[in-house]
């Protein structure tokens, strides 16, 4: 999609781009996006691709890409895993990331659409394993802003990093405000341990 046009759509849209990178974006890393609250949130995700200049891709499991639905799944930028016996959907993504000079990937954590008190920790252990950074992404519809941050580098302290994300999305309202995320400390003791 042409800059141009994903800038008018995002307009008329009531919406504008926040790049805290300024266009120097790393040529790896997972991109989690919250608040995912609803369906239509995806052609934002589309629209503020362009505008940034970045291919941003998404993961599905390899049976979702055959035909007839494999080659739209791949024009918008999908990578279809291979889920084998012996490796899990983390170990199979660090694989991509392993394999490429450049790869870069959305993740909506919160893992549905309803709301939800804490998120899923895929995308974190995938992150960590592949040594790529995290750039958080903030559908803030209140303020009619789409906000990508620079990059944050995981500590290996799943506690202290969880903590620094869950404040950063802390309150941010999406397209349905109900089913926003809310942070409580809490969650925290629910989180798995390091190995």
Same mark, same amino acid.
């Given at each position: 999609?042409? *800059? +141009?046009?994903?800038?008018?759509? $995002? &307009?008329?849209? !009531?919406?504008?781009?926040v790049? /805290?990178?300024?266009?120097?974006?790393?040529?790896?890393?997972v991109?989690?996006?919250?608040?995912?609250?609803?369906?239509?949130?995806?052609p934002?995700?589309?629209?503020?691709?362009?505008?940034i200049g970045?291919?941003?891709?998404?993961?599905?499991?390899?049976s979702?890409? *055959? +035909?007839?639905?494999?080659?739209? $799944? &791949?024009?918008? !930028?999908?990578?279809?895993?291979? /889920?084998?016996?012996?490796?899990?959907?983390?170990d199979?993504?660090?694989?991509?990331?392993?394999?490429?000079?450049?790869?870069?990937?959305?993740?909506?954590?919160?893992?549905t659409?309803?709301?939800?008190?804490?998120?899923?920790?895929g995308?974190?252990?995938?992150?960590? *394993?592949?040594?790529?950074?995290?750039?958080?992404?903030?559908?803030?519809?209140?303020?009619?802003?789409?906000?990508?941050?620079?990059?944050?580098?995981?500590?290996?302290?799943?506690?202290k990093?969880?903590?620094y994300?869950y404040?950063?999305?802390?309150?941010i309202k999406?397209?349905?405000?109900?089913?926003?995320?809310?942070?409580?400390?809490?969650?925290?003791?629910?989180?798995?341990?390091?190995?």
């Amino acid at each position: 999609m042409p *800059k +141009w046009l994903a800038k008018l759509m $995002l &307009r008329l849209l !009531g919406m504008k781009i926040v790049d /805290r990178n300024a266009g120097d974006w790393p040529d790896k890393y997972v991109l989690p996006v919250v608040p995912h609250t609803s369906n239509r949130d995806f052609p934002y995700g589309i629209y503020s691709r362009a505008i940034i200049g970045e291919y941003i891709r998404f993961v599905g499991k390899s049976s979702l890409f *055959k +035909w007839p639905l494999g080659p739209i $799944l &791949r024009w918008m !930028g999908g990578v279809p895993v291979v /889920r084998e016996k012996r490796t899990n959907f983390v170990d199979s993504v660090v694989k991509i990331f392993n394999e490429r000079d450049s790869f870069k990937l959305c993740i909506a954590i919160e893992g549905t659409r309803k709301k939800v008190t804490h998120f899923r920790t895929g995308f974190y252990f995938i992150a960590l *394993k592949a040594k790529v950074p995290l750039v958080f992404c903030r559908f803030d519809f209140e303020k009619g802003v789409i906000e990508f941050s620079k990059p944050y580098h995981l500590t290996g302290d799943v506690r202290k990093d969880f903590d620094y994300l869950y404040r950063h999305f802390d309150g941010i309202k999406g397209l349905v405000p109900e089913n926003s995320f809310d942070y409580d400390p809490a969650v925290l003791d629910l989180l798995p341990e390091v190995k």
